[in-house]
């Protein structure tokens, strides 16, 4: 079947079925995301300041808003939050890249990229990447408590800090971990710039510049940040 | 403008015509004086409105009944088409392009003129109803100017409410400048892009009309054939250019839209589709030809650089207020690098010879000036076949400098980059040259045509119910147009002209729908089916293109910016032997049902043959020069275009005289009565 | 020079196409890519082959009728249109891959010439400021701040060429629809429509088939208007504005 121009016009239009909606769902659960990875690489952070400190740290953020909250509370209301903007956020990008892909069926003979960085062609396998990732690491650290070292599970695994350091004895548990925060890095390269640009905040070309430098500092620190736990690990600066 | 009095338009100022000499004699037969029944008379001031008043009205609830055909959408279409959808008349509008947004009104680049008097510079209707007629070398018919003066005001009001961005000053208010040597400002524009944001303001107000239903959009169509039943136009035959399928559209009025025919000399500043189809089938069946030789040869045009030129670039007129125009004195120095050439070995020619107004004399008088200066040989640049009076082949530099180098030097590049950005930009794109370090070459090129289908006051041809706006047809410029005055009266046409024109003839409708199988129809269509039949099964050696290429050396030399009697009489011999090979050796390849670029300009070449021998008819007959039509023959002392308005202040309307008939002339005399005929003087 | 051209042929719509290696002489550095075409043409008329169907038609960068994509990029490597692509570009021996534009949106009519009816319809659905013919104020009556005015001029230059959609990997129109929600945004006569207008444009863009924008910016890198990817932005925002408004 050859494709064929639609002749009709929309007839009820409605701004919140639209793709931008989809893009604007997209951008705010990504800024969610970009806002938990902060807080979270600050927890991870802690390991720095040894074992008791960060298991500390872990156990603190359950008693957070109590009595107001339950036990775990904050927790669990983090949790939910970061459910639901993930559920969105994939959905969105599953649609999305169906519409795209639907936008051209017939494939050029050569294509020439000139003015688009890696990372954002990259956006759909990086966070397909990602979320292999992140159902491994809550496997790993959080639903599961698997010990790759031990192979232990659940509270048996050990406390968080000693998981932490098990698991990142491994050396190809670090290889999984670096991998997967090189991929967090290209997405979060583009996908900074690109939530400003969504949510309609880059009028000018400064304010572009300025939005894609974020997304620089952005990749660096947090994919950055992220890596010195599972490399001080490797290296033995954090040990049990 | 000493003496230029408004006079009460009541008594006549001149008396009619009367020619004595007869070049043409034996190419065509006289006809019966024509004139135009919808004349107003009265104070020209009032006559518009009396006008408006007089036609009647069309109820609003009949509108939906009546059909409306208006081939063309640049802005005399798109316009027309807006407009008479808005009123609730149902429109089928046509175009050739892939969307409408695209027709050649787009290119126009300097703005377009407009009686505003922002600038409180004595600017005023009247003021520019008489540059105008002046402009046109008193060749115009003098109520269409006025009333086009009259609603210039209104188009810019039109158009800034849809939004078209037009240049503005820091207040906010509009800007404007002078343009073409006139003395007020009353040019409004969009950087060099007025011609794209004007048509995008109609097309935007057409497609909107497309969404509310009112008006039907097809593009991809050309317009082959009108039909004319009961002696009405009541449709057209159309061709679907994707498919192939003839089409039939009948409605109770046809407008032809559909811009001008410069192409006739191949190479010309429009673009590749124009055409003279629509008009020269309607003349075919009836609608009379207007001073088909009048054309405006405009002088500042990136010069042709080989036979490969497919088209030419203009270069904004705007540019001659700050370059300098010149070739060396000395032919041998024509090849060197002109930063060599030292400043005594310049000839600023048309400082030289017009000191009054020096680099800002009219087109056609700077057009002139720089071929004699490459007849002479002096001209530069990379030399181009062609083929001279004599018919001897001949290379020649085609080509005069035009040199921004004392400005940059005065105002500095900023200056000049900002003024002239984007047209040197594209300057350096074609040539590859760097206009801010060498002197940038120019060349005149067929650029406007003044002539089209002969229409009356209220826009309306020789056949009833087929009405003609915009460059199409004849009316409002005279032998001349003055710069950013097309795109003027493209809207005024489009917008308000024709809306109320149309209607007291729609007032006589709905006429008596037409069948499918009534016999003007199938007589259009079969014509039209035959016609394509015969393109294709020529199965020549030659293409068409080629033949198309010949028209044009034969146009652009005998009918060119000079005309003599002689070359005239050699170009119709010329033209006749070439129509006899066209139809015995031209090769189209492909099907005529499907998409068949070939097919499509196999038809167009078919009718520039015989519009070009009109054209020379024409200018073979006007044995006087006036605006941009010069005879060689007519000339004053010192070489400038000597008027005869004694034997020629008419206008030229021909029919056609049939397949092996000579064109019939009917004149319409041209007696003015608001001013004074002049005879024009640029020393 | 002499070239080595790969164009796809396509009989129509429904055909299936395929690339045709060409070998042409004789091409001049000043020619025009599309006279290298016509001249292509010419030399294919002795063969008895068809001619290359391509959409030319002010060949002077301004109606937006030419396309192509050349070697990978649309209207090839320079910052212009087809037309005013030169052959000096180019060099001897060089080959060159000539496809129409691809996107479902644009059906392939025949060989490089696409339909790109779809931009008409995404300005029917919005694109213009309702102003009847005759009802229209004195034109200064409104002042439009001459920086607003000027930004809504960069952007009115879009010639509706599909270039953006051409090159961006979504097969995207937000180029096209965020120039012209800019330029009627920008206008003081723009206001009374402009969250009706982005919500209708965009629905209409959507329903078209482009694909959703992911900023990935090839668009205004193939742009030969140079139109900014900042009216991506604006074109986001009004419709995130127009949703609160609740359109
Ligand atoms: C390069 C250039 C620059 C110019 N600059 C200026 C300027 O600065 N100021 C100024 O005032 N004027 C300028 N002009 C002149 C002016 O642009 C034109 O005269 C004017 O735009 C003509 O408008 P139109 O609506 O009559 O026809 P066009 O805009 O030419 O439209 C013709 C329409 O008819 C259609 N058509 C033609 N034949 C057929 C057919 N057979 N079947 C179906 N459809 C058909 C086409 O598709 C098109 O839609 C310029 C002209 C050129 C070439
Ligand atoms: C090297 C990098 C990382 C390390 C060392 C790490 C470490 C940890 C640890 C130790 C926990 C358990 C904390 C606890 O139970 O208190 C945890 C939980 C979690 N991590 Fe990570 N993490 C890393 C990267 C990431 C990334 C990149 C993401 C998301 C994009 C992420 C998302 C989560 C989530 C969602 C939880 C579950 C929190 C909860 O229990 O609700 N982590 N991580
Ligand atoms: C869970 C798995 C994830 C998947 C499958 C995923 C997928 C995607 C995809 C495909 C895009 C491009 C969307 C488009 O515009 O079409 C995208 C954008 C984005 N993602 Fe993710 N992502 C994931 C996780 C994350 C994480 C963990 C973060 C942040 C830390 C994040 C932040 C962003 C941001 C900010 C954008 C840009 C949104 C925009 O363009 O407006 N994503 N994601
Ligand atoms: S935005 Fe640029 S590339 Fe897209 S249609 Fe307009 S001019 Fe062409
Ligand atoms: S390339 Fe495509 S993804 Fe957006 S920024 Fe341009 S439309
Ligand atoms: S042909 Fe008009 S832009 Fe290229």
Redesign the interface.
Known sequence: M?????????KT????????????VMAVSGLLFIAFTLVHMYGNLKAFSGQEKFNDYAHHLRELGEPILPYEGFLWITRVGLLVALVAHVTAAVI?AR??G????????????????LS??T?RWGGATLLIFIIWHLINFTAGKVNPQTGETGDAAGDPYSLLVDTFSVWWMTIIYLVAMLALAFHLH?GT??SI?????????SS?ARAKQAGWLLAIVIAGGYSLVPLAVLTGIIEK | MAGSTLHDGLTPLNAAPEQTSDDAAGYYTLGEKLVDAKAPTGPIKDRWTTRKFENRLVNPANRRKLDIIIVGTGLAGGAAAATLGEAGYNVKSFCYQDSPRRAHSIAAQGGINAAKNYKEDGDSTFRLFYDTVKGGDYRARESNVYRLAEVSANIIDQCVAQGVPFAREYGGLLDNRSFGGVQVSRTFYARGQTGQQLLLGAYQAMERQVAAGTVEQFTRHEMLEVVVADGRARGIIARDMVTGAIETHLADVVVLATGGYGNVFYLSTNAMGSNVTAAWRAHRKGAYMANPCYTQIHPTCIPVTGSHQSKLTLMSESLRNDGRIWVPKNAADCDKDPRDIPEEDRDYFLERIYPAFGNLVPRDIASRAAKYMCDEGRGVGPKVKEIGPDGEERLVSRGVYLDLGAAIERLGRDKIEEKYDNLLDMYARITGEDPYETPMRIYPAVHYVMGGLWVDYELQTSIPGLFCTGEANFSDHGANRLGASALMQGLADGYFVLPNTIRDYLADGPFEKIAEDHPAVLEARSEVEARIQRFMSVDGTRSVESFHRELGNIMWEYCGMERSKEGLVKAIGLIRDLKKEFWSNVKVLGSAESLNQDLEKAGRVADFIELGELMCIDALNRRESCGGHFRAESQTEDGEALRHDDEFAYVAAWEWGGEDGSPVLHKEDLIYTAIEMKQRSYK | MKLTLKIWRQANASAEGAVHTYELDGVSQDMSFLEMLDLLNEQLLTTGEEPVAFDSDCREGICGTCSLMINGQAHGPEVTTTCQLHMRSFKDGDTITIEPWRADSFPVVKDLIVDRSAFDRIIQSGGFISANTGSAPEANSVPAPRDKAQRAFNVATCIGCGACVAACPNGSASLFLGAKITHLGELPQGQPERYGRVTSMVAQHDHEGFGGCTNIGECAAACPKEIPLDVISQLNKDLRTAMFKGF
């Open positions: 050859p494709p064929v121009a639609t002749p009709t016009l929309v239009p409605r701004s919140t079925r639209s793709t931008i909606a989809l893009k604007l999305l519409r795209a639907a936008a051209r069926r017939d494939k050029y003979q050569v294509k020439r990229n000139v003015a688009s960085s954002s062609r956006m583009h710039w690109s640009q969504t949510l309609g905040y880059t009028n000018t070309a572009r």
